[in-house]
Protein backbone atom coordinates (compact mmCIF):
# COMPACT_ATOMS: atom_id res chain seq x y z
CA UNK A 1 0.00 0.00 0.00
CA UNK A 2 1.31 3.45 -0.73
CA UNK A 3 2.08 6.60 1.00
CA UNK A 4 -1.73 7.88 -0.90
CA UNK A 5 -3.16 4.42 -0.05
CA UNK A 6 -2.56 4.89 3.68
CA UNK A 7 -4.03 8.42 4.11
CA UNK A 8 -7.30 7.71 2.15
CA UNK A 9 -7.84 4.12 4.14
CA UNK A 10 -6.99 6.50 7.93
CA UNK A 11 -9.31 9.27 6.56
CA UNK A 12 -11.98 6.67 6.00
CA UNK A 13 -11.37 5.06 9.30
CA UNK A 14 -11.45 8.73 11.25
CA UNK A 15 -15.02 9.49 9.08
CA UNK A 16 -16.31 5.98 10.35
CA UNK A 17 -15.64 6.79 13.71
CA UNK A 18 -16.92 10.36 13.35
CA UNK A 19 -20.10 8.90 11.83
CA UNK A 20 -20.26 6.67 14.36
CA UNK A 21 -19.97 9.23 17.49
CA UNK A 22 -22.22 11.21 15.47
CA UNK A 23 -25.59 8.63 15.03
CA UNK A 24 -24.30 8.13 19.23
CA UNK A 25 -25.71 11.26 20.00
CA UNK A 26 -28.82 11.57 18.02
CA UNK A 27 -29.78 8.04 19.32
CA UNK A 28 -29.41 9.51 22.77
CA UNK A 29 -33.06 10.36 24.49
CA UNK A 30 -34.16 13.89 23.92
CA UNK A 31 -35.76 16.12 25.98
CA UNK A 32 -37.16 18.18 23.16
CA UNK A 33 -40.72 18.32 22.28
CA UNK A 34 -39.46 18.12 18.82
CA UNK A 35 -37.30 15.77 19.02
CA UNK A 36 -34.72 15.39 15.75
CA UNK A 37 -35.08 12.19 13.05
CA UNK A 38 -31.96 13.20 11.08
CA UNK A 39 -29.03 15.78 11.20
CA UNK A 40 -27.56 17.18 8.17
CA UNK A 41 -23.55 17.97 8.94
CA UNK A 42 -21.70 19.28 6.63
CA UNK A 43 -17.33 19.97 7.75
CA UNK A 44 -14.43 21.68 6.07
CA UNK A 45 -10.83 21.21 7.08
CA UNK A 46 -7.79 23.70 5.92
CA UNK A 47 -7.48 26.26 3.64
CA UNK A 48 -5.72 26.80 0.58
CA UNK A 49 -3.85 23.99 -1.04
CA UNK A 50 -4.15 21.92 1.96
CA UNK A 51 -7.87 22.04 2.12
CA UNK A 52 -9.90 18.87 2.04
CA UNK A 53 -12.92 18.72 0.11
CA UNK A 54 -16.27 19.52 1.61
CA UNK A 55 -18.04 16.39 3.23
CA UNK A 56 -21.93 16.12 4.02
CA UNK A 57 -23.11 13.44 6.22
CA UNK A 58 -26.92 11.96 6.22
CA UNK A 59 -27.75 10.68 10.07
CA UNK A 60 -31.57 9.29 10.68
CA UNK A 61 -32.23 8.09 13.94
CA UNK A 62 -33.64 4.69 14.46
CA UNK A 63 -37.08 5.66 16.30
CA UNK A 64 -38.39 8.87 16.53
CA UNK A 65 -41.09 9.42 19.44
CA UNK A 66 -44.01 10.72 17.37
CA UNK A 67 -43.11 9.81 14.40
CA UNK A 68 -42.76 6.58 12.17
CA UNK A 69 -39.28 5.17 12.31
CA UNK A 70 -36.62 4.81 9.76
CA UNK A 71 -33.10 3.42 9.88
CA UNK A 72 -30.19 5.32 11.12
CA UNK A 73 -26.43 5.37 9.75
CA UNK A 74 -27.15 7.73 6.48
CA UNK A 75 -24.34 7.94 3.88
CA UNK A 76 -21.58 10.66 2.80
CA UNK A 77 -21.67 13.23 -0.10
CA UNK A 78 -19.28 15.00 -1.18
CA UNK A 79 -19.05 19.13 -2.01
CA UNK A 80 -22.09 18.78 -5.09
CA UNK A 81 -24.89 19.57 -3.23
CA UNK A 82 -26.89 22.09 -5.51
CA UNK A 83 -29.09 19.28 -7.59
CA UNK A 84 -31.80 18.87 -4.20
CA UNK A 85 -33.86 16.12 -5.49
CA UNK A 86 -34.15 13.25 -2.99
CA UNK A 87 -30.73 14.08 -1.04
CA UNK A 88 -32.00 15.74 2.12
CA UNK A 89 -28.19 17.04 1.90
CA UNK A 90 -29.18 19.23 -1.30
CA UNK A 91 -31.89 21.04 0.37
CA UNK A 92 -31.91 24.46 1.88
CA UNK A 93 -33.55 24.71 5.84
CA UNK A 94 -34.15 28.32 7.55
CA UNK A 95 -31.19 29.50 9.16
CA UNK A 96 -33.07 31.45 11.64
CA UNK A 97 -30.55 33.03 13.76
CA UNK A 98 -27.55 32.32 11.89
CA UNK A 99 -29.22 35.03 9.94
CA UNK A 100 -27.37 37.38 12.49
CA UNK A 101 -23.93 36.31 11.25
CA UNK A 102 -24.88 36.96 8.43
CA UNK A 103 -26.30 40.34 8.73
CA UNK A 104 -23.28 41.41 11.43
CA UNK A 105 -20.36 40.63 8.48
CA UNK A 106 -22.52 42.41 6.06
CA UNK A 107 -22.35 45.41 8.52
CA UNK A 108 -18.82 44.91 8.85
CA UNK A 109 -18.08 45.09 5.16
CA UNK A 110 -19.78 48.70 5.12
CA UNK A 111 -17.64 49.19 7.84
CA UNK A 112 -14.34 48.41 6.02
CA UNK A 113 -15.41 50.59 3.13
CA UNK A 114 -15.80 53.79 5.69
CA UNK A 115 -19.50 54.20 5.32
CA UNK A 116 -20.61 52.88 8.75
CA UNK A 117 -18.78 53.83 11.63
CA UNK A 118 -19.04 50.63 14.54
CA UNK A 119 -18.47 53.20 17.08
CA UNK A 120 -20.33 55.87 16.06
CA UNK A 121 -24.02 56.42 17.38
CA UNK A 122 -26.39 54.34 15.56
CA UNK A 123 -29.16 56.97 15.47
CA UNK A 124 -27.30 58.53 12.76
CA UNK A 125 -29.32 55.11 10.53
CA UNK A 126 -31.58 55.04 13.41
CA UNK A 127 -33.61 57.67 14.45
CA UNK A 128 -36.16 55.14 15.81
CA UNK A 129 -33.72 54.72 18.87
CA UNK A 130 -33.99 58.68 19.44
CA UNK A 131 -35.57 59.16 23.16
CA UNK A 132 -34.33 55.77 24.58
CA UNK A 133 -32.23 56.34 27.30
CA UNK A 134 -28.16 56.21 27.03
CA UNK A 135 -26.51 56.67 23.07
CA UNK A 136 -26.28 53.35 21.44
CA UNK A 137 -23.50 52.47 19.00
CA UNK A 138 -23.50 50.42 16.08
CA UNK A 139 -21.12 47.85 17.33
CA UNK A 140 -23.71 47.42 20.39
CA UNK A 141 -26.50 47.15 18.28
CA UNK A 142 -24.92 44.02 16.87
CA UNK A 143 -23.64 42.59 20.39
CA UNK A 144 -27.02 42.40 21.77
CA UNK A 145 -25.86 45.40 24.68
CA UNK A 146 -28.07 48.32 23.63
CA UNK A 147 -30.46 47.91 25.72
CA UNK A 148 -33.54 46.79 23.89
CA UNK A 149 -36.41 44.86 25.04
CA UNK A 150 -37.27 41.36 22.82
CA UNK A 151 -40.10 39.48 21.59
CA UNK A 152 -39.10 35.65 22.40
CA UNK A 153 -40.78 35.44 26.00
CA UNK A 154 -43.92 37.25 25.02
CA UNK A 155 -47.16 35.30 25.17
CA UNK A 156 -48.84 37.34 21.99
CA UNK A 157 -45.89 36.09 19.62
CA UNK A 158 -46.29 32.88 20.15
CA UNK A 159 -49.91 32.64 19.87
CA UNK A 160 -49.53 34.47 16.75
CA UNK A 161 -47.02 32.41 15.35
CA UNK A 162 -49.19 29.09 16.29
CA UNK A 163 -51.97 30.85 14.85
CA UNK A 164 -50.61 30.74 11.23
CA UNK A 165 -51.52 33.86 10.76
CA UNK A 166 -49.40 36.93 8.64
CA UNK A 167 -46.58 38.23 10.76
CA UNK A 168 -46.62 41.41 12.36
CA UNK A 169 -44.81 44.52 10.08
CA UNK A 170 -41.57 45.24 11.58
CA UNK A 171 -42.93 49.12 13.13
CA UNK A 172 -45.42 46.48 14.70
CA UNK A 173 -42.82 44.39 16.05
CA UNK A 174 -40.78 47.32 17.59
CA UNK A 175 -44.13 48.95 19.10
CA UNK A 176 -45.40 45.43 20.89
CA UNK A 177 -41.94 45.53 22.44
CA UNK A 178 -42.38 48.57 23.66
CA UNK A 179 -39.40 50.34 21.53
CA UNK A 180 -40.57 54.10 21.80
CA UNK A 181 -41.02 53.38 25.97
CA UNK A 182 -37.41 54.35 27.59
CA UNK A 183 -38.45 52.71 30.09
CA UNK A 184 -38.57 49.06 28.20
CA UNK A 185 -34.96 47.48 28.32
CA UNK A 186 -32.21 46.61 30.25
CA UNK A 187 -29.34 49.11 30.78
CA UNK A 188 -27.44 49.86 27.51
CA UNK A 189 -23.88 48.07 27.86
CA UNK A 190 -25.34 44.78 29.48
CA UNK A 191 -25.64 41.64 27.02
CA UNK A 192 -29.74 41.05 26.24
CA UNK A 193 -30.54 38.99 23.32
CA UNK A 194 -32.67 41.00 21.28
CA UNK A 195 -34.03 40.08 17.90
CA UNK A 196 -35.10 43.39 17.38
CA UNK A 197 -32.01 45.00 17.88
CA UNK A 198 -31.27 43.02 14.48
CA UNK A 199 -34.65 43.95 12.88
CA UNK A 200 -33.31 47.95 13.13
CA UNK A 201 -29.48 46.06 11.95
CA UNK A 202 -31.59 45.08 8.90
CA UNK A 203 -33.04 48.98 8.44
CA UNK A 204 -29.57 50.45 8.72
CA UNK A 205 -27.75 47.99 6.19
CA UNK A 206 -30.28 49.20 3.77
CA UNK A 207 -30.08 52.89 4.73
CA UNK A 208 -26.13 52.94 4.42
CA UNK A 209 -25.93 50.72 1.99
CA UNK A 210 -29.03 52.25 -0.62
CA UNK A 211 -30.57 49.01 -1.55
CA UNK A 212 -33.22 46.53 -0.35
CA UNK A 213 -31.82 43.79 2.08
CA UNK A 214 -32.19 40.74 0.08
CA UNK A 215 -29.69 43.03 -2.66
CA UNK A 216 -27.41 44.04 0.13
CA UNK A 217 -26.78 40.11 1.84
CA UNK A 218 -26.26 39.13 -1.73
CA UNK A 219 -24.24 41.58 -2.39
CA UNK A 220 -21.62 41.66 0.49
CA UNK A 221 -22.51 37.58 1.35
CA UNK A 222 -23.69 35.22 -0.60
CA UNK A 223 -21.74 36.14 -3.72
CA UNK A 224 -18.84 37.09 -2.15
CA UNK A 225 -18.40 34.01 -0.27
CA UNK A 226 -19.94 31.95 -3.30
CA UNK A 227 -22.98 30.65 -1.26
CA UNK A 228 -25.27 29.95 -4.25
CA UNK A 229 -28.19 28.27 -2.25
CA UNK A 230 -28.57 31.62 0.04
CA UNK A 231 -31.32 33.50 -0.06
CA UNK A 232 -33.37 35.86 2.12
CA UNK A 233 -36.78 34.59 2.74
CA UNK A 234 -39.98 36.75 2.59
CA UNK A 235 -43.16 34.83 1.96
CA UNK A 236 -45.22 31.93 2.98
CA UNK A 237 -44.81 30.16 -0.38
CA UNK A 238 -40.63 30.24 -0.28
CA UNK A 239 -41.01 27.69 2.27
CA UNK A 240 -42.20 24.68 -0.24
CA UNK A 241 -39.57 22.15 -0.28
CA UNK A 242 -37.36 23.40 2.39
CA UNK A 243 -35.89 20.96 5.17
CA UNK A 244 -38.24 20.92 8.00
CA UNK A 245 -39.42 18.40 10.86
CA UNK A 246 -42.47 18.49 12.70
CA UNK A 247 -42.83 21.33 14.88
CA UNK A 248 -45.61 21.35 18.17
CA UNK A 249 -46.24 24.86 17.46
CA UNK A 250 -48.83 23.70 14.69
CA UNK A 251 -50.38 20.91 16.18
CA UNK A 252 -49.18 18.10 13.20
CA UNK A 253 -49.77 20.89 10.35
CA UNK A 254 -46.69 20.74 8.44
CA UNK A 255 -44.01 23.75 8.81
CA UNK A 256 -44.21 25.19 5.25
CA UNK A 257 -48.08 25.39 5.16
CA UNK A 258 -48.32 26.99 8.63
CA UNK A 259 -45.71 29.15 9.48
CA UNK A 260 -44.68 32.67 7.71
CA UNK A 261 -40.50 33.47 7.28
CA UNK A 262 -41.97 37.33 8.98
CA UNK A 263 -42.41 35.75 12.05
CA UNK A 264 -38.32 36.34 12.54
CA UNK A 265 -38.92 40.06 13.01
CA UNK A 266 -34.95 41.11 11.43
CA UNK A 267 -35.14 38.84 8.13
CA UNK A 268 -34.43 35.02 8.09
CA UNK A 269 -32.03 33.38 5.08
CA UNK A 270 -32.38 29.95 3.57
CA UNK A 271 -29.29 28.10 2.47
CA UNK A 272 -27.76 24.39 2.14
CA UNK A 273 -26.50 22.77 4.86
CA UNK A 274 -23.05 22.84 2.96
CA UNK A 275 -23.44 26.92 2.14
CA UNK A 276 -23.88 27.37 5.99
CA UNK A 277 -20.40 25.59 6.77
CA UNK A 278 -18.64 27.60 3.51
CA UNK A 279 -20.12 30.45 5.49
CA UNK A 280 -18.16 30.74 9.11
CA UNK A 281 -15.09 29.53 6.92
CA UNK A 282 -15.20 32.28 4.52
CA UNK A 283 -15.12 34.67 7.21
CA UNK A 284 -11.07 35.03 6.75
CA UNK A 285 -9.18 38.13 5.81
CA UNK A 286 -9.52 37.32 2.36
CA UNK A 287 -13.51 38.44 3.22
CA UNK A 288 -12.66 41.19 5.65
CA UNK A 289 -9.86 43.59 6.52
CA UNK A 290 -7.70 41.79 10.01
CA UNK A 291 -8.66 44.28 12.34
CA UNK A 292 -12.38 44.17 11.50
CA UNK A 293 -12.15 40.01 11.78
CA UNK A 294 -10.67 40.44 15.37
CA UNK A 295 -13.52 43.26 16.13
CA UNK A 296 -15.80 40.44 15.03
CA UNK A 297 -14.46 37.98 17.31
CA UNK A 298 -13.48 40.39 20.25
CA UNK A 299 -16.31 38.21 22.41
CA UNK A 300 -17.63 39.66 25.77
CA UNK A 301 -18.50 37.12 28.48
CA UNK A 302 -22.39 36.61 28.67
CA UNK A 303 -22.65 34.35 31.72
CA UNK A 304 -21.00 30.81 33.04
CA UNK A 305 -21.41 27.55 31.47
CA UNK A 306 -24.72 26.47 30.58
CA UNK A 307 -26.74 23.65 31.61
CA UNK A 308 -26.71 20.53 28.76
CA UNK A 309 -25.38 22.61 26.37
CA UNK A 310 -21.16 22.80 25.51
CA UNK A 311 -20.57 26.28 27.13
CA UNK A 312 -17.85 26.46 29.05
CA UNK A 313 -16.71 30.85 28.54
CA UNK A 314 -19.65 31.19 26.42
CA UNK A 315 -19.90 34.98 25.14
CA UNK A 316 -20.74 37.30 22.26
CA UNK A 317 -19.17 39.32 19.40
CA UNK A 318 -20.39 41.07 17.08
CA UNK A 319 -23.30 38.86 15.30
CA UNK A 320 -20.93 36.07 16.69
CA UNK A 321 -21.88 33.10 19.41
CA UNK A 322 -18.57 32.24 21.08
CA UNK A 323 -16.71 30.22 23.53
CA UNK A 324 -13.56 31.27 24.93
CA UNK A 325 -12.23 28.53 27.47
CA UNK A 326 -9.30 27.69 25.74
CA UNK A 327 -10.04 24.01 26.35
CA UNK A 328 -13.04 23.49 25.20
CA UNK A 329 -12.69 26.05 22.00
CA UNK A 330 -12.04 28.63 21.14
CA UNK A 331 -14.68 28.25 18.52
CA UNK A 332 -17.77 30.91 17.04
CA UNK A 333 -20.70 30.63 15.14
CA UNK A 334 -24.07 30.68 15.72
CA UNK A 335 -27.00 28.68 17.11
CA UNK A 336 -30.45 28.88 15.26
CA UNK A 337 -33.79 27.41 16.56
CA UNK A 338 -37.54 27.88 15.14
CA UNK A 339 -40.59 25.52 14.03
CA UNK A 340 -39.11 22.55 12.48
CA UNK A 341 -35.26 22.65 12.38
CA UNK A 342 -32.14 23.48 14.51
CA UNK A 343 -29.58 24.72 12.37
CA UNK A 344 -25.76 25.35 13.95
CA UNK A 345 -22.52 26.63 12.68
CA UNK A 346 -19.05 27.33 13.86
CA UNK A 347 -15.93 27.66 13.09
CA UNK A 348 -12.85 26.67 15.11
CA UNK A 349 -9.42 28.44 14.03
CA UNK A 350 -5.94 26.87 14.52
CA UNK A 351 -2.80 25.31 12.45
CA UNK A 352 -5.60 23.48 10.71
CA UNK A 353 -8.74 25.28 10.79
CA UNK A 354 -12.28 23.53 10.93
CA UNK A 355 -15.40 24.56 10.14
CA UNK A 356 -18.97 22.42 10.59
CA UNK A 357 -23.11 23.17 9.93
CA UNK A 358 -25.45 20.94 12.00
CA UNK A 359 -29.20 21.43 10.73
CA UNK A 360 -31.57 19.03 12.56
CA UNK A 361 -35.74 18.00 11.61
CA UNK A 362 -36.35 18.75 14.86
CA UNK A 363 -35.99 21.61 17.40
CA UNK A 364 -33.47 20.61 19.88
CA UNK A 365 -30.48 23.32 19.78
CA UNK A 366 -28.64 21.35 22.65
CA UNK A 367 -28.30 18.41 20.69
CA UNK A 368 -27.08 20.21 17.40
CA UNK A 369 -24.77 22.53 19.66
CA UNK A 370 -23.24 18.86 20.85
CA UNK A 371 -22.74 17.28 17.39
CA UNK A 372 -21.28 20.52 15.96
CA UNK A 373 -18.54 20.32 19.06
CA UNK A 374 -17.90 16.80 18.25
CA UNK A 375 -16.92 17.54 14.99
CA UNK A 376 -14.32 20.59 15.83
CA UNK A 377 -12.61 18.92 18.52
CA UNK A 378 -12.32 15.49 16.09
CA UNK A 379 -11.04 16.83 13.02
CA UNK A 380 -8.85 19.26 15.05
CA UNK A 381 -7.56 15.88 16.91
CA UNK A 382 -8.38 16.49 20.13
CA UNK A 383 -10.34 13.37 20.74
Same mark, same amino acid.
Given at each position: ?46 ? &? ?36 ? &? ?42 ? +? ?28 ? +???? &? ?14 ? +? ?58 ? +? ?143
Amino acid at each position: MGKDDSNAAMADMDLGLLRTALAGLLEEESMSPAPAGTALVAFLRGR &GADAEPLRTLELRRRAVPGRKGGETGGGETGGGDQGGG &GDPAGKRALVYSLTKTVLAAAVLRLAARGVVDLDGPAERWLPEL +AGRPGAVTVAQLLMHRAGLPDYGGRADYHA +AVAG &GGDPWSGDEFLARCGL +AKSENGPPVGSFAYSNIGYLLVGRLLERAGGAPLAEMLAREIFTPLGLSSAALLRDRSDL +AGLFFGPSPAFGGRPVAEAYHPGWVSHGVVAMTVSDACRLVHGLTEEYLPDALLRRMRDGLPVGGPMTGRPWVEPSYGLGLMMELDPAAGPYWGHTGGGPGVTPVAYHMPGPVPVSVAVFLDGEDGNLAEWMAVEVLHRLRGGR
